[in-house]
């Protein structure tokens, strides 16, 4: 697996905001918030880096969707995070943004037309002054025994299948997507969160074989803290989605030195 390795000092954590034409609230909403926190306060404390580890769109079928002027545009949810991203950058705020299970399409011309940076599948993240290193993932990878899952996870990561899919009209891979997201929710009602979840084993032995003591991933949409039996720590990010009323729910984890805070909008 490619890694991607960080120093830094600290460092602001989100993943799974599944942004989209349908649910443009939750891209202003986010692009608001993650600007006014990096400008709270001193500036000191503000992070050196936002990273955004995996499935910051709903679904990604090519970078030619960047220009689409079709009924699926994304051309509002696009000006928002470049806008954004931009505006962090001029505060030395390096963005950088890892594939997911639903946008693992994301390529070159997006992200410098967004700037931002693309993250290995793998982040190794230390902090000055220590040796200490903390794993980021999105979090799919982990989840081993949701066996359809890794089967079509590896299937759609071969260069074969990202080659014929990619020479298909625009049009035609928005269906196959619509109909991929359509075929994963109803599958999810058959399976159990236990399925789901990452396998614990799985994380211990991937800590353990990096020389990690935590990790951090995305993926679950089930935020929060475990000790695992090692006495290694796991963290989960907090998904965002929107309500029926408008109201925008998720957040992020800041890390600063090693010590984790949850911060929830």
Not at 92 to 111: E, T
Not at 208 to 213: C, H, I, P, S, V
């Amino acid at each position: 697996m490619t890694i991607s390795k960080i120093k830094a000092e600290s460092v602001l954590i989100c993943s799974d905001l599944h942004l989209s034409p349908e649910n443009l609230p939750i891209a202003n909403f986010f692009c608001d918030w993650v600007t006014k926190y990096c400008l709270r306060g001193d500036l000191k404390e503000k992070p050196q880096w936002l990273l955004i580890l995996g499935d910051l769109f709903d679904h990604w079928v090519g970078d030619d969707l960047i220009y689409s002027e079709k009924r699926y545009s994304f051309d509002k949810v696009i000006k928002s995070l470049k806008e954004c991203f931009l505006s962090l950058k001029k505060l030395d705020i390096s963005i950088g943004i890892m594939h997911g299970n639903r946008d693992f399409l994301m390529g070159d011309q997006l992200l410098s037309h967004i700037h931002a940076k693309q993250l290995a599948p793998m982040v190794k993240l230390q902090f000055n002054e220590s040796k200490d290193e903390i794993l980021l993932v999105h979090g799919d990878e982990l989840c081993t025994d949701d066996i359809q899952h890794q089967v079509f996870r590896k299937m759609v990561q071969t260069s074969d299948w990202k080659k014929k899919f990619g020479s298909k009209p625009l049009i035609e891979r928005q269906k196959i997507a619509g109909s991929l997201r359509a075929s994963s929710e109803e599958g999810k009602k058959l399976k159990s969160m236990e399925i789901m979840d990452v396998n614990h084993k799985a994380v211990e032995t991937l800590l353990k074989k990096n020389n990690a003591y935590m990790l951090i991933h995305g993926h679950t949409h089930l935020p929060g803290k475990t000790t695992l039996p090692s006495g290694r720590l796991r963290w989960v990010i907090p998904n965002w989605t929107f309500d029926d009323y408008g109201n925008v729910h998720g957040g992020a984890l800041y890390v600063k030195r090693n010590v984790v805070s949850q911060i929830l909008t």
